[in-house]
Protein backbone atom coordinates (compact mmCIF):
# COMPACT_ATOMS: atom_id res chain seq x y z
CA UNK A 1 0.00 0.00 0.00
CA UNK A 2 1.42 3.23 -1.20
CA UNK A 3 1.83 6.36 1.22
CA UNK A 4 -1.10 8.14 -1.00
CA UNK A 5 -3.33 5.07 -0.30
CA UNK A 6 -2.43 4.85 3.64
CA UNK A 7 -2.66 8.45 4.85
CA UNK A 8 -3.85 11.78 3.10
CA UNK A 9 -2.82 15.30 4.18
CA UNK A 10 -4.95 17.93 5.12
CA UNK A 11 -5.21 21.51 5.87
CA UNK A 12 -5.58 22.02 9.88
CA UNK A 13 -8.88 22.86 11.13
CA UNK A 14 -10.24 24.42 14.39
CA UNK A 15 -10.88 20.70 15.88
CA UNK A 16 -7.72 19.61 15.18
CA UNK A 17 -6.06 21.66 17.95
CA UNK A 18 -6.43 18.56 20.52
CA UNK A 19 -4.93 15.52 18.65
CA UNK A 20 -2.50 18.16 17.07
CA UNK A 21 -1.13 19.54 20.46
CA UNK A 22 -1.38 15.91 21.83
CA UNK A 23 0.83 14.36 19.46
CA UNK A 24 3.42 16.94 19.76
CA UNK A 25 3.53 16.21 23.37
CA UNK A 26 3.96 12.93 22.68
CA UNK A 27 6.82 12.96 20.51
CA UNK A 28 8.15 16.10 22.66
CA UNK A 29 8.36 12.85 25.16
CA UNK A 30 10.26 10.41 22.80
CA UNK A 31 13.23 13.33 23.89
CA UNK A 32 14.79 13.00 20.45
CA UNK A 33 13.28 14.08 17.93
CA UNK A 34 12.09 17.97 18.14
CA UNK A 35 13.09 20.98 20.26
CA UNK A 36 10.11 20.75 22.58
CA UNK A 37 11.04 18.76 25.69
CA UNK A 38 8.86 17.23 28.35
CA UNK A 39 6.58 17.92 30.03
CA UNK A 40 4.51 20.05 27.31
CA UNK A 41 1.81 22.77 28.26
CA UNK A 42 -0.59 20.87 25.78
CA UNK A 43 -3.17 23.81 27.03
CA UNK A 44 -0.99 26.32 25.27
CA UNK A 45 -0.03 24.37 22.44
CA UNK A 46 -3.80 24.23 21.71
CA UNK A 47 -4.26 28.11 21.51
CA UNK A 48 -0.52 28.61 19.74
CA UNK A 49 -2.56 26.16 17.15
CA UNK A 50 -5.47 28.49 17.03
CA UNK A 51 -3.08 31.49 16.82
CA UNK A 52 -1.36 29.71 13.97
CA UNK A 53 -4.75 29.13 11.94
CA UNK A 54 -5.59 32.69 12.46
CA UNK A 55 -2.09 34.10 11.22
CA UNK A 56 -2.10 34.78 7.74
CA UNK A 57 1.31 34.43 7.57
CA UNK A 58 1.45 30.68 8.86
CA UNK A 59 -0.23 27.59 7.40
CA UNK A 60 -0.93 23.58 9.71
CA UNK A 61 -1.50 20.88 7.57
CA UNK A 62 -2.35 17.38 9.09
CA UNK A 63 -1.72 13.80 7.91
CA UNK A 64 -4.35 11.91 8.77
CA UNK A 65 -4.87 7.66 8.22
CA UNK A 66 -8.04 5.84 7.16
CA UNK A 67 -9.83 6.86 10.34
CA UNK A 68 -8.84 10.47 9.97
CA UNK A 69 -7.16 10.29 12.86
CA UNK A 70 -4.25 13.07 13.04
CA UNK A 71 -0.39 10.68 12.83
CA UNK A 72 1.44 13.97 11.70
CA UNK A 73 0.80 17.70 11.14
CA UNK A 74 3.69 20.25 10.34
CA UNK A 75 3.37 24.10 10.52
CA UNK A 76 4.85 26.72 8.21
CA UNK A 77 5.15 30.41 8.60
CA UNK A 78 6.93 33.18 7.05
CA UNK A 79 10.08 34.46 8.31
CA UNK A 80 11.49 36.89 5.65
CA UNK A 81 9.75 38.14 2.48
CA UNK A 82 9.96 34.92 0.57
CA UNK A 83 11.63 32.67 3.53
CA UNK A 84 9.46 29.85 4.45
CA UNK A 85 10.66 28.19 7.59
CA UNK A 86 9.04 24.68 9.09
CA UNK A 87 8.39 21.85 11.72
CA UNK A 88 6.99 18.65 11.42
CA UNK A 89 6.51 15.57 13.17
CA UNK A 90 4.74 12.21 13.14
CA UNK A 91 3.80 9.58 14.98
CA UNK A 92 6.09 7.15 15.88
CA UNK A 93 3.78 4.06 14.69
CA UNK A 94 3.54 6.12 11.11
CA UNK A 95 6.91 6.81 10.52
CA UNK A 96 8.92 5.85 7.83
CA UNK A 97 5.75 4.43 6.27
CA UNK A 98 5.27 8.24 3.65
CA UNK A 99 3.62 10.22 5.80
CA UNK A 100 6.62 12.60 6.30
CA UNK A 101 7.09 13.43 2.64
CA UNK A 102 3.25 13.88 2.25
CA UNK A 103 3.56 16.45 5.00
CA UNK A 104 6.27 17.88 3.10
CA UNK A 105 5.29 17.85 -0.09
CA UNK A 106 2.70 20.06 1.46
CA UNK A 107 4.51 21.94 3.25
CA UNK A 108 6.87 22.56 -0.51
CA UNK A 109 3.26 23.04 -2.29
CA UNK A 110 2.12 25.84 -0.15
CA UNK A 111 5.66 27.69 -0.06
CA UNK A 112 5.53 27.54 -3.55
CA UNK A 113 1.72 29.25 -3.71
CA UNK A 114 2.80 31.69 -1.37
CA UNK A 115 5.74 32.95 -3.96
CA UNK A 116 7.95 31.74 -1.45
CA UNK A 117 11.57 31.19 -2.79
CA UNK A 118 12.88 29.21 0.11
CA UNK A 119 12.00 26.34 2.59
CA UNK A 120 14.24 26.30 5.47
CA UNK A 121 14.22 24.38 8.57
CA UNK A 122 16.66 22.89 11.50
CA UNK A 123 17.00 19.51 12.51
CA UNK A 124 18.63 17.41 15.07
CA UNK A 125 22.12 15.84 13.59
CA UNK A 126 21.32 12.36 14.91
CA UNK A 127 17.51 12.19 13.08
CA UNK A 128 19.08 10.90 10.00
CA UNK A 129 15.65 9.62 8.38
CA UNK A 130 14.70 13.48 8.75
CA UNK A 131 17.56 14.31 7.03
CA UNK A 132 17.11 11.78 4.73
CA UNK A 133 13.57 12.49 4.06
CA UNK A 134 14.98 16.05 3.39
CA UNK A 135 17.93 15.23 1.32
CA UNK A 136 15.65 13.22 -1.00
CA UNK A 137 13.61 16.65 -1.46
CA UNK A 138 16.00 18.93 -2.70
CA UNK A 139 17.40 20.44 0.68
CA UNK A 140 20.74 20.82 1.47
CA UNK A 141 22.84 21.47 4.27
CA UNK A 142 23.67 24.87 4.82
CA UNK A 143 25.22 24.90 8.48
CA UNK A 144 25.24 23.71 11.37
CA UNK A 145 24.90 25.95 14.98
CA UNK A 146 27.10 24.20 17.58
CA UNK A 147 25.90 23.75 20.82
CA UNK A 148 22.74 25.72 20.05
CA UNK A 149 19.92 24.64 21.85
CA UNK A 150 20.66 23.36 25.49
CA UNK A 151 18.04 20.85 26.58
CA UNK A 152 16.30 20.93 30.69
CA UNK A 153 19.16 18.21 31.41
CA UNK A 154 22.01 20.90 30.45
CA UNK A 155 23.25 19.31 27.30
CA UNK A 156 24.12 21.63 24.48
CA UNK A 157 22.52 20.35 21.03
CA UNK A 158 23.86 21.05 18.01
CA UNK A 159 21.33 21.56 15.24
CA UNK A 160 21.89 21.02 11.32
CA UNK A 161 20.06 24.16 9.02
CA UNK A 162 18.63 23.02 6.02
CA UNK A 163 17.83 25.03 2.72
CA UNK A 164 15.73 24.29 -0.62
CA UNK A 165 16.18 27.33 -3.06
CA UNK A 166 12.77 27.06 -5.15
CA UNK A 167 12.76 27.12 -9.05
Do not use: C
Not at 62 to 68: G, L, P
Not at 89 to 111: E, F, I, K, T, Y
Amino acid sequence: MSAAERFRVRDAVADDAVPVSELRARVAAEGRWIGMEAPVDVEGLIRNFHDVLADDSAHAVVAVDDADTVVGSAGMFTVLPGVIAFGMNVAADSRRQGAGGLLLRSVLAWSRDRGAHKVILEVWPHNEAAIGLYTAHGFVREGVRRGHYRRRNGELWDVVEMGLLLQ
